[in-house]
């Protein structure tokens, strides 16, 4: 009987456990929502920002996001998707092939700051592209090239075998049957992969920090060799370096709230992806 | 003939494609390597073992890591007695004593806050929880390695929860059908049979989520005050290595030797995530739960 009861206080301690993190959860998205939504305007959208970032909106912000976005899923994709056709369809057993699966675990466990002080060292100083677009395009492609990999991998592999024999034994070469038989069934979960990879780099701080992102640049940029502004780090500049952080809360809440709608935005279109391709594909 | 050769160069440049990765991380090692070289040369690696981190002063400058690796241990540390309970104790109960509707509605929800950008927890942090612990344990200022420890821990969870989840839902059928075959509570199957064979996967899981701590940048350096003391009090202000490379790198000049002090911090810490990783891959494998 005492058994009994021991057993059912630890069944609701970690149901308790479980709660308390879904209402933090909870809690942080409404305490965004709340705040920010009334600081939400047209002019906060479309305007750019005056007074350092006291008055005006965040247009160049969310545009400089946008464009990284675009930049790094123009190189990290391409690159991701390549990487792991040849890994799942060409790689043998070896060497080789398990320094690439090293690598990509390595680069998957780096700390995002140290991709900061890579894209430093190797895109704005050696390369001398400066603090630019570009620059934070290829750090951000970097860092998120383990994800597009991984998951476009995870993608290939879920292709039922036959349909490459069936394909093989009619005398289809092999990129042939990997480009007619395999690919069109695996790019939506590749897709999907690769929309995670977006929020991540929509939603980073410290590589851009180091590589593109300007304090304070209310023109939009011009080139790929430009600064410009981006949503996480003007969050953080508006929240712990501007010289009158009370008076800015609005400001700092609807940029959050911004961020948050693109990124799990974003997350939730990955995750209704997943949801249809799992009940289309039933091999 | 023609897609023989087309067959090859396409083979070549998938192959390319796919080694990129491993140039990338040569990339990053070479790159660290060689600015915290120039710094173990002149003025010397014995520099970085003062106990000082004073960057940039009028008198004498001081580039001790020690502040900075103590500060980054404690949060760590503090980060991970959170975790692990939270984590561990959702990850069974979302596995085993969840109904599957249940569950069906929790996973997602959890991997909504993996999803959250960490610069947006730190400013939670900073408006919410920074406040919260000042005046929950009557203190001069809210920014502390404790609160600092809370939000991380926000950010490992996910992570522990995904991963340790997989390792138990591997634990095969047979074990608890033959633990519930001989008498044992559904209770005594879970604690007795399913989580200690699952237990290698929750270590790694812990191990995953500790170096997603150790790497976090910008909600640590948003709510620890950033002070570069070495102490063991989760109440005191403290700097961790990433929020130093953070805060101090946009005003550095380029070659000077703060700047390659700070790479000098970039290799400790990518050392230690890069073993932390290893180690959990090695776990994982070893017990097939990858």
Redesign the interface.
Known sequence: MRKART?QA??W???A??Y???L??A???F??VWNGLPAISWEFLTARPRLSGSEGGILPAIVGTLVLVVGTIAVAL??GM??A???SE??KQGKFTR??RL????????????????G???FV??LRFGASIIAGCLTLA?MI??II?VSSEEALRAVPQSLREGSLALGA????TIRKNVLPYSIPGMLTGSILGI?RA?????PI??TVAAFYLPRLPKSIFDQVMAL??H??IL??QHPDVEKV?PM?YGT?LV??TL??GV?LAA?LLRIRIRRRQKW | MK?AW??KA??L???A??????L??L??FT??G??AGHFAVTPGIEKLLSGRWVPVSFQEESFGLLPLITGSLLVTVLAMVLTI??GV??S???SE??RPLEREI?K??????A??????????G???LAPLVKGAFGLPTGFTALTGAALLA?MA?PTVISISEDAIRSVPESYKAASLALGA?R?QTMWRVTVPAALPGIVAAVM?GT?RV?????AV??VTGNAAVITGSPFKSVRTM?AT??AE??EVP?GSEHYRA??CV?IV??LA??G???IA?KVLKKYRMG
Not at chain 1, 103 to 118: E, K, N, Q, R, Y
Not at chain 1, 202 to 206: F, L, M, R, V
Not at chain 2, 108 to 113: Q, V
């Open positions: 057993q630890i069944c301690l970690m149901r456990a479980t308390s993190i879904v933090v959860i809690s942080i998205i305490k965004i391409p690159l390549c990487s056709i040849y890994l060409y790689a320094a690439i690598a990509i675990l390595t680069l998957a466990g780096v700390p995002s700051i140290v991709f900061g002080l890579f430093l060292g190797l100083i050696f970097c090239l383990p990999i070469t092999k990129w042939q929020g929509a939603g980073e701080t410290a920090l180091l996480p780090y969050l953080y929240a712990t809360r700092q959050a961020l948050l990124v799990l997350n995750i | 897609t087309q067959e396409v083979k440049t998938l192959f494609a796919a080694s990129t990765s491993i990338i991380v990339g990053i790159f660290l060689k600015e309970p939270f104790g959702a069974v109960y979302i004593l969840a929790l997602p929800f959890i991997e909504i806050l999803g959250i950008p960490s610069v947006v927890i730190g400013f939670f900073l408006v919410v926000l969870i509570s209770m995953l170096g150790i790497g976090e940048t910008m350096m948003m990433t490379i953070a790198m946009g380029f700070l790479f970039g810490l990518l995530t890069f932390l990783n290893i891959q």
